[in-house]
Nanobody, 124 residues
Framework: QVQLVESGGGLVQAGDSLRLSCLTS????????MGWFRQAPGKEREFVAA????????TYADSMKGRFTISRDNAKKTVYLQMNSLKPEDTALYYC?????????????????WGRGTQVTVSS
């Protein structure tokens, strides 16, 4: 049974930072990729970043580069998303997801397991 549990969301002001965490459990993910996605009300789920457990290699959405950083702690089985210089348009429900492949896909259809999400709200 794979479980992904996000935490770290909250209400912040524009320019602030947040670090999201995704605690994984259930099996070994070392050969797979983990991704962060977000979804704002009325919008489609959007790719944010992905990381391969084994190598630590990363992929980012162009609009997130330079502000967001994805990382992982293999020992803690946790993936993080550090978000800096937050903007009101970053307001969304943020999900972590596990892919069944090593490749860091940017489309949510390639991710098999999802957490329930953590809400990030950025006020102006």
């Amino acid at each position: 049974q794979v479980q992904l549990v996000e935490s770290g969301g909250g209400l912040v002001q524009a320019g602030d930072s947040l670090r999201l965490s995704c605690l994984t459990s259930g099996r070994t993910f070392i050969n797979y990729a983990m991704g962060w996605f977000r979804q704002a009300p009325g919008k489609e789920r959007e790719f944010v970043a992905a990381i391969t457990w084994a190598s630590g290699s990363t992929t980012y959405a162009d609009s997130m580069k330079g502000r967001f950083t994805i990382s992982r702690d293999n020992a803690k089985k946790t993936v993080y998303l550090q978000m800096n210089s937050l903007k009101p348009e970053d307001t969304a429900l943020y999900y972590c997801a596990l892919s069944g492949a090593t490749y860091r896909y940017t489309s949510p259809q390639y991710y098999d397991y999802w957490g329930r999400g953590t809400q990030v709200t950025v006020s102006s």
